[in-house]
């Protein structure tokens, strides 16, 4: 079965008047996501994408139990974001689902859920940055290379308020000295969390080869590979051997 993947996309009106994002994704964000996704993927993937603006955000019950991989993109509206639905989210996380926050959804509540601190980082405009692979041979930097530009994005640097990662998987770093842990993964509960810093709206990061690689391959790795309690609701439970009550048997 293909792997179905949501990609979640803030896609705000305002926002998409006052930035020059309309010239680079003329379709949202979300869209250009998505379509770096079909694109590394192919047939091994269903992609749907979602907005903010959606009832629920297009969240619903239904849509996140269809959901193996859930990308996330938002910037200026994270507190719009309904706390019902960021608790679904959260416990389809450590039920088995995978979520891959992209750039300023280090903000968003989701990623503050899943990691337990602040998430603040420094940050200034414009510059060039540097990504380097630390992580040669694990599944997200297949095909990547060992170090990349990206000839302009807004600058993020450390200190990044995160629990420790469990897998640093790049660095970068910029023009004015600046380091950052701009790839590192988590486990939480059943499920996988890659944190992946490029994707400013002002530049064309997503349409970049070496970043729709990365992300390609982070929804590849972020799969969920075994059943869990709620991986499925209902269904696990249901199957003798695995687990009822809570208890494995
Ligand atoms: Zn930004």
């Not at 008047?17 to 996704?37: C, Q, T, V």
């Not at 990365?214 to 199957?239: F, Q």
């Amino acid at each position: 079965m293909a792997l179905r993947v949501t990609v979640y996309g803030e896609n705000s009106h305002e926002f998409q008047e006052n930035h020059p994002i309309k010239g680079i994704y003329p379709d949202g964000m979300h869209e250009a996501i998505a379509a770096g996704i079909r694109e590394q993927l192919g047939d091994a993937v269903e992609v749907r994408t979602v907005v903010l603006q959606d009832p629920e955000h297009g969240l619903t019950d239904e849509v996140l139990a269809q959901t193996d991989v859930l990308t996330w993109w938002g910037h200026m509206a994270h507190d719009k974001v309904e706390d019902a639905v960021v608790n679904k989210i959260h416990a389809r996380v450590l039920g088995g689902m995978g979520i891959l926050c992209l750039h300023s959804a280090h903000y968003s509540k989701i990623f503050r859920k899943l990691m337990g601190t602040s998430c603040s980082l420094c940050w200034r405009d414009g510059d060039s940055e540097t990504v380097w692979n630390v992580a040669p041979g694990h599944p997200i930097t297949e095909g990547v290379p060992m170090v990349f530009s990206i000839p302009e994005h807004e600058m993020y640097g450390e200190y990044f308020d995160i629990p420790a990662p469990d897998e640093l998987i790049f660095i970068s770093n910029f023009a004015g000295g600046e380091v950052f842990r701009s790839g590192c993964t988590w486990r939480r509960g059943y499920g996988k969390v890659f944190y992946f810093s490029p994707g400013h709206e002002s530049n064309p990061i997503y349409h970049q080869p070496e970043i729709k690689k990365i992300i390609g391959n982070a929804v590849k790795w972020l799969a969920p590979t075994m059943p869990s309690p709620t991986y499925a609701p209902g269904a696990p439970n249901a199957k003798p051997g695995w687990w009822k009550n809570g208890r494995h048997e």
